[in-house]
């Protein structure tokens, strides 16, 4: 059955705010348009949208070439008959739960204070967890404040609210970048939006401000403090100055950074760095 612009009256979980089409309101339709016309694959218990397709529902849209709801009926009743643009406004598949969405080609997901791209996407609904991937580049999250890129997939868990970006993993904040193996943010809600709280990285860690860079095999950053904290073989460079040691925590706010020896030595060796006061190796 092929159907123009619906509205989908289905269930879909509640969860916290951002990319979370569930949102804390419980339950209520989901807008569906797509210029190339919705059909409804009923015995596949399955809707596909094409043709700049896009989904709506609680302040988050999600934009593809195609979109591909599934669904499972509640109780033992079928699914109503869907509402078409032109028709009522009665919903589409009212009493059935959304399992599962998929977003192929030209992926955005989009809320007030997020979005993310790629070129496919999977948002489970049951575990609220979404996997977003590129075939033609990285994958890119942007909120108010930062950047985060993958190589391989962006994982974003909507009622946690971590996401996790796997492959040459980066985070940009103004002139600062994080960059490792595996980057992993946790966010948290403040006034009804979405902030970073801190990142985990994981895998050749490199943090670069306009001034110095550190290395080390982990780190965390703290987003309200600006400062991270690396370990394992760190190597702090600032001009032609290298300092080595066990323990580094940059301040990305002010360009201070500190590094100790660690290991037996109780971290003795320490090393205060501050702009402009280092002089060049002689």
Do not use: C
Request: hydrophobic residues 40%; proline residues 3%; aromatic residues 4%.
């Amino acid at each position: 059955m092929l159907l123009g612009a619906a509205v989908i009256g289905w269930s879909v979980s509640g969860g916290a705010a951002g990319l979370d089409m569930g949102g804390e309101s419980g339950n209520g339709p989901i807008e569906v348009l797509a210029d190339n016309g919705i059909e409804w694959q009923q015995g596949q218990q399955r809707f596909i949208a094409r043709g700049n397709a896009v989904a709506s529902r609680n302040g988050v849209s999600v934009y593809a070439d195609e979109l591909i709801a599934y669904y499972r009926s509640g109780g033992d009743a079928a699914p109503a008959a869907p509402a078409t643009a032109s028709g009522a406004d009665a919903p589409m598949g009212a009493g059935s739960n959304i399992t599962r969405i998929e977003a192929n080609g030209s992926v955005r997901i989009v809320s007030a204070t997020e979005t993310a791209s790629g070129s496919q996407a999977t948002y489970n609904v049951d575990s609220g967890k979404m996997v977003l991937t590129n075939a033609h580049g990285p994958v890119t999250l942007v909120t108010p404040k930062e950047t985060i890129t993958a190589r391989d997939a962006l994982e974003y868990d909507v009622r946690t609210q971590i996401a996790v970006a796997r492959g040459k993993a980066q985070m940009v904040q103004g002139t600062r970048t994080l960059n490792a193996d595996l980057l992993t943010a946790h966010m948290t809600q403040t006034n009804g939006k979405t902030e970073l709280e801190t990142v985990d990285a994981t895998g050749g860690v490199v943090i670069a401000t306009d001034k110095e860079t550190a290395r080390g095999s982990q780190g965390k950053y703290n987003a309200k403090t600006g400062i991270a904290t690396l370990t394992g073989s760190v190597t702090l460079t600032r001009g032609d100055s290298v300092l080595n040691g066990g323990v580094a925590t940059v301040n990305m706010k002010t360009g201070i950074s500190t590094l100790t020896g660690g290991g037996a030595e109780g971290g003795k060796a320490r090393a205060i760095i501050a702009p402009n006061k280092i002089p060049a190796a002689q």
